[in-house]
């Protein structure tokens, strides 16, 4: 997402645009990434080395792979940044300035492009263990089957011999009548 800043750079430091986003392509080549912002809100602010961006948007849809039954499922994410895009030549003199090799660029058309700064933040916003549904079961640890559609059946059928001396040990009464644990 491409937006032309060239009148916000030539005001004073502290000038601001605000924009509404809606339906707006995103895509970032080099990182094999492609997505799209459902809608969202964005301030621009003039500062001292360039623009400050300041985004709250909602993405499309991301289809993951539930880590409990590995089914998939898409989810919406939701990003907010603040990120400072500067320029690498001064807009008045054209002498160099100084950058970081992690700093936003804006381009020698004066045009700022959202879409690695979003790409950044989506995959940060992406859930380290994504689930399909809060109280999804899993897989059977035995033979696979998804315990969401059903109970498989197996576990009743073969148990694991490996625990029969813990099925043998007799449950202790946890209390007596007052209350006090007893063995």
């Known amino acids: 997402m491409l ?3 060239s ?3 030539q005001e004073p430091v502290g000038s601001d645009r605000r924009y509404s986003v809606a339906h707006e392509p995103l895509l ?3 990182q094999d990434f492609a ?3 459902i809608e969202g809100s964005l301030r621009l602010i003039r500062s001292e080395r360039g623009v400050l961006v300041m985004a709250e948007l909602d993405l499309a849809p991301v289809g993951l792979e539930c880590a409990r039954c590995l089914e998939p499922f898409e989810t919406p994410i939701s990003v907010t940044f603040d990120e400072e895009y500067v320029l690498d030549r001064d807009p008045l003199t054209g002498r160099p300035l100084p950058t970081e090799p992690d700093d936003f660029h804006i381009d020698e058309h004066r045009h700022l492009d959202l879409s690695e700064a979003v790409r950044q933040y989506e995959q940060a916003a992406l859930p380290i263990r994504p689930l399909c549904r809060p109280d999804c079961r899993g897989l059977c640890p035995r033979c696979g089957s998804n ?3 059903g109970p498989c059946g197996c576990a009743e059928t073969d148990p694991d011999d490996r625990w029969s ?3 043998r040990l007799q449950r202790l009464d946890v209390e007596d009548g007052d209350g006090a644990p007893q063995a």
């Open 3 to 5: 937006l032309n800043v």
């Open 7 to 9: 009148t916000l750079l």
């Open 28 to 30: 970032v080549p080099e």
């Open 35 to 37: 997505g799209e912002i």
């Open 147 to 149: 315990l969401n559609l």
């Open 165 to 167: 001396a813990l099925a």
